[in-house]
């Protein structure tokens, strides 16, 4: 099961990418493009835990104890470097890092949820439409100017979810649109985070805003076990269900460092194809393990969507550097 590390892995590269400032050598492109394909690579793995743990526990609960575990790493790594956690940047934005957490919460538990129905890479595909919600939003909410290229690959990339979305429902019912909602939270707490660029460093704006996703996830707990829905209510973890979901909020905070680090390292434009590797890896992961295996139809919507998120990101990189030969050279 998807465990809201796609949220929070690409909310912290969207984080990441916001703040390299040196031009990467060849060298370090090399190495953060490895790093990049490792951790993309591995985040499906994780899925796989969460996925395995939905059998028996609430996808609420996972979700709760997941970002506790991470809340936890992340204060005390801010702990250790004696960085202080309340600061007035801290304060002035606590709306915005309370709103983000909402998004984060909500996005994580329709995602949860949906994968105790849908197979892991048909969800993951459906989720993939985040980049491209991630456009509108900044048209409709920052009054981002996009141009028909931009405006064309939105288009064809929700018919891909459309294509993805028809057999799925058919199939599985209303669960195979909480992706969909799922993608659209995610794209939110992006959205936020640009409305708020550079106002705070990265390891404060995970930690804060990961807390508030906690105590929402939280609440959510708490009205799962007043209102009765047996896929809601709370189960006391085995041994080895609180090892796997210890293994879970600590390797999720590990992987959002290699791709902080990736990003840090190399171009941001070059590694954010690499991050569709996701699905390769999901699909591979669905099968071995849980035999599932997408049909002709979503795999079809898959290549539509990866092609227009695929060319957005072209698009954009070509936009840059454009951008970047037009300014005047200082002697």
Request: glycine share 8%; net charge positive; proline share 5%.
């Amino acid at each position: 099961m998807r465990h809201g590390i796609g949220v929070a892995r690409a909310f912290a590269v969207r984080r990441a990418m916001a703040q390299v400032a040196a031009t990467p050598t060849g060298s370090d492109n090399l190495k953060g493009m490895a790093l990049m394909i490792a951790a993309v690579l591995a985040v499906p793995s994780l899925d796989a835990i969460a996925k395995f743990l939905g059998a028996s526990m609430s996808p609420l609960q996972i979700a709760f104890i997941r970002y506790c575990v991470q809340t936890v790493i992340l204060f005390t790594v801010l702990t250790a470097l004696r960085r202080q956690i309340a600061t007035p940047a801290v304060v002035a934005a606590l709306p915005r890092l309370t709103f983000m957490g909402a998004l984060m919460a909500g996005s994580v538990a329709t995602l949860f949820i949906s994968l105790l129905y849908l197979p892991l890479a048909n969800a993951i595909a459906i989720f993939f439409v985040a980049p491209l919600i991630l456009t509108g939003f900044g048209v409709v909410f920052l009054g981002e100017r996009v141009g028909w290229h931009r405006r064309a690959a939105l288009a064809v990339g929700l018919f891909g979810t459309l294509v993805v979305l028809r057999p799925n429902v058919t199939e599985f019912g209303w669960a195979a649109v909480l992706p969909l909602f799922s993608a659209a939270g995610f794209a939110g707490v992006l959205t936020v985070l640009r409305s708020m660029r550079g106002s705070l460093d990265p390891l404060r704006t995970q930690a804060v805003s990961g807390a508030f996703a906690t105590a929402f996830l939280g609440v959510g707990c708490a009205l799962g076990i007043a209102s009765g829905v047996p896929v809601l209510a709370l189960t006391m973890p085995t041994g080895q269900e609180w090892i796997l979901l210890l293994l879970l909020g600590s390797l999720a905070t590990f992987f959002q460092f290699l791709f902080t680090l990736a990003v840090r390292l190399a171009e941001a434009s070059l590694l954010a194809p690499f991050q569709y590797l996701e699905i390769f890896a999901a699909t591979v992961l669905g099968y071995v393990i849980f035999d599932e295996w997408p049909d002709a139809l979503t795999f079809c919507g898959t290549a539509i969507i990866l092609a227009a998120g695929l060319y957005v990101f072209h698009r954009e990189r070509r936009l840059g550097l454009m951008a970047e030969k037009a300014k005047p050279r200082v002697p």
